[in-house]
């Protein structure tokens, strides 16, 4: 039973554009949401978070909304770069529990 | 430069080896993390120390035995291993006064077991 979704295996865009990320997740008790970045041959690396007391997060160009009735949130890259080509990892926390659930990820290929 | 490094970043084991992965953290942090990312699978996590104390095991077959020494260094231990436990394993760490959800990940070790 997977509490945090990507179903977007993969995502194509051209360099300048936004790149839209989405997740979804099933448990309502997650009140903490992260987004990491993975690179081939590299471990995650912590991009940008989301408490649930708020709606979006902004950190340069990146920008994490959160809509808690549709549990879903979603990353906004503008523009986009090349450099951002990368999997996507979206991941889920519940108060001072440890566990952090994570999707499977989406492959976003930014194109020059 | 993440300031977690992981060793071996590449291992291949036989079914009947015993073999150590290790983790060094370099940022301060108190709680440290393993988990296993399978090919298609979300990372699913398998241990977590905090303060050299173990606070989390998610039903791991006890061919994994993990080891936290100190804050700073992190091992499992490997013995008896399956093919299906060929996968990456990564290491993280985070502070344990804050948001714990805030975890630093290593390069991991790609694990090939035959």
């Known amino acids: 039973d997977q509490q945090v979704k990507q179903n977007s295996p993969s995502l194509s865009v051209q360099e300048g554009r936004i790149s839209i990320l989405n997740c979804d997740y099933t448990?309502?008790?997650?009140?903490?949401f992260l987004w990491y970045k993975k690179y081939p041959a590299e471990g995650p690396t912590f991009l940008i978070s989301?408490?649930?007391?708020?709606d979006k997060n902004e950190d340069g160009r990146f920008t994490v909304f959160l809509n808690k009735s549709a549990k879903h949130l979603s990353l906004h890259i503008v523009p986009s770069q090349p450099g951002d080509s990368a999997v996507y990892f979206c991941?889920?926390?519940?108060?001072?529990?440890?566990?952090?659930?994570f999707g499977k990820g989406t492959l976003l290929t930014v194109n020059p | 430069e993440t300031g977690v490094t992981q060793t071996p970043r590449h291992l291949v084991m036989g079914m009947t080896n015993k073999k150590s992965l290790k983790c060094e953290q370099h940022?301060?942090?108190?709680?440290m993390y393993w988990y296993k990312q399978s090919a298609k699978k979300p990372l699913e996590l398998m241990f977590v120390?905090?303060?050299?104390?173990?606070?989390e095991n998610n039903s791991v077959p006890s061919r994994f035995s993990p080891e936290c020494p100190n804050s700073s260094h992190l091992f499992l231990h490997l013995h008896t291993l399956q093919p299906e436990d060929s996968a990456l394993y990564l290491c993280?760490?985070?502070?344990?006064?804050?948001?714990?959800?805030?975890?630093?990940f290593g390069p991991g070790t790609r694990l090939t077991v035959t």
């Open positions: 993280a760490s985070s502070q344990d006064s804050g948001l714990p959800y805030e975890q630093y």
């Open positions: 448990n309502s008790m997650f009140d903490y």
């Open positions: 989301i408490s649930s007391i708020k």
């Open positions: 991941a889920a926390g519940r108060g001072s529990n440890y566990k952090l659930t």
């Open positions: 940022l301060g942090h108190n709680a």
């Open positions: 120390y905090s303060l050299e104390e173990r606070v």
